[in-house]
């Protein structure tokens, strides 16, 4: 048995050592996950920076059709959606995952053998474990994908107010 502290710790009432839990704001800055899947603990990370721009470049169409499931209703999409979204894209997103569950390594090669080995196992799983690990890299890396769907609509508004006050002033000065 063991009880919350108000520090973030956790103090064991059964004599075992006690365990500290990350501060909230550190969890929210790397969001890291673990997870067992098929017999396996997995740990989920964020993307960094420099990796999210690859990956930007690298999964344009899953995005872009992230973007219009996001932007075509006026109400967020639905689970089912979003898995037919995914299945959709899945090499992409098979390959996002793999990438997420693959540590960083200064060796490139190095790093792109272990995301191809991990996409492989991602590719192997169950249906089940399959659904939990994207589960998990999903909310993992929500804030990579909505800090761009963000970017973009905010550029398309942007877009539109100036086009709108283009025509008004056309209109005003003819």
């Known amino acids: 048995?063991?009880?919350k502290l108000g520090n973030g710790a956790v103090q064991s009432t059964a004599g075992q050592p006690a365990r500290r839990q990350p501060a909230p704001a550190l969890a929210v800055l790397h969001p890291e996950r673990e997870a067992r899947i098929a017999d396996r603990v997995v740990q989920v990370r964020e993307y960094g920076y420099v990796e999210g721009l690859k990956l930007q470049a690298a999964c344009k169409e899953f995005l872009d059709a992230l973007y219009g499931l996001f932007s075509a209703a006026l109400d967020p999409p639905s689970?089912?959606?979003l898995a037919e979204l995914i299945g959709t894209h899945i090499v992409t997103v098979q390959w996002l995952i793999a990438q997420a569950l693959t540590p960083l390594d200064d060796d490139p090669q190095a790093f792109a053998a272990a995301v191809e080995?991990?996409?492989?196992?991602v590719g192997r799983l169950s249906e089940r474990d399959g659904d939990t690990?994207?589960?998990v890299w999903w909310e993992t890396n929500t804030g990579f994908f909505t800090r761009r769907l963000q970017r973009r609509l905010q550029a398309r508004l942007a877009a539109e107010r100036a086009a709108s006050q283009s025509a008004s002033s056309a209109s005003t000065t003819a």
Do not use: C, F, G, V
Not at 117 to 121: H, K
């Open 117 to 121: 080995q991990n996409a492989r196992w």
């Open 1 to 3: 048995m063991a009880r």
């Open 133 to 135: 690990l994207t589960t």
């Open 79 to 81: 689970t089912d959606d």
